[in-house]
């Protein structure tokens, strides 16, 4: 089974500081996605990626940027956290037409 | 765009009771759609999807039909469980070019009681 793996579940982080999350997929998939989820809103996505190196935004990208350097690691960057990026962040990779495979989530909390 | 619409919930079930989430969707071309399903916790795992029209997804007794002429994809299950109980996503992905992104529906929660 594919399988993509966040580096936390939960993570605390106070406002202004830079933020790191991690993204790992082992089936060589193209694609590489970030979402956030909030309730009542859904999932809405951030930014995505077609190929290594490669980038493009999504719904809502300010606040936040991203890095593919290797095909199967994409990690979302928060340049200054802020407490209304208090969210669940999901990341999902995918073949073209195929479905996502998402990880677990993140939980990230800004105070 | 491609947008997604489906029923608000929550939704209330007792167990053994027959389940509909309305799904509709709009999109050029021919999109795939999928149904997500988000157990407490944790993050979404396709349940099943149809990739043309007329196609009928089906897994863990939960079944969907590409309805094109209605733009619809609703989620049935004939008998649902308490474990049953979570959120879920109606999704599409659009047909060619870079339309390989899913665009969700908002979610259904569905509580099933024993």
């Known amino acids: 089974d594919v399988k993509v793996t966040q580096s936390s579940r939960y993570l605390v982080k106070r406002t202004g500081e830079k933020v790191f999350l991690e993204c790992v997929q082992d089936m060589d998939h193209e694609n590489m996605f970030w979402y956030r989820q909030d309730p009542g809103l859904g999932l809405r996505l951030i930014y995505f990626?077609?190929?290594?190196?490669?980038?493009e935004k999504g719904d809502i990208p300010e606040g936040y940027s991203v890095s593919r350097e290797k095909k199967e690691r994409f990690s979302l960057i928060l340049e200054s956290a802020s407490t209304n990026q208090t969210s669940m962040y999901l990341c999902?990779?995918?073949?073209?037409?195929?479905?996502?495979?998402f990880g677990s989530g993140t939980r990230l909390t800004v105070v | 765009g491609n947008s997604v619409t489906q029923m608000e919930g929550p939704v209330t079930l007792s167990e053994e009771a027959f389940l509909t989430i309305n799904c509709t969707y709009t999109a050029t071309g021919y999109p795939s759609l999928f149904w997500y399903v988000q157990y407490p916790g944790e993050g979404l795992q396709l349940l099943l999807k149809?990739?043309?029209?007329?196609d009928k997804g089906s897994n863990k007794g939960f079944e969907a039909t590409y309805r094109k002429e209605t733009t619809s994809f609703h989620l049935e299950k004939g008998s649902v469980q308490v474990s049953d109980s979570a959120v879920y996503f109606c999704?599409?992905?659009?047909?060619?070019?870079?339309?390989?992104?899913?665009?969700f529906g908002k979610g259904t929660l569905l509580t099933v009681n024993p």
């Open positions: 999902a990779s995918s073949w073209v037409g195929y479905g996502y495979t």
């Open positions: 999704a599409l992905s659009g047909s060619g070019g870079s339309n390989y992104k899913l665009t």
């Open positions: 990626s077609y190929d290594v190196k490669m980038k």
């Open positions: 149809a990739t043309k029209a007329d």
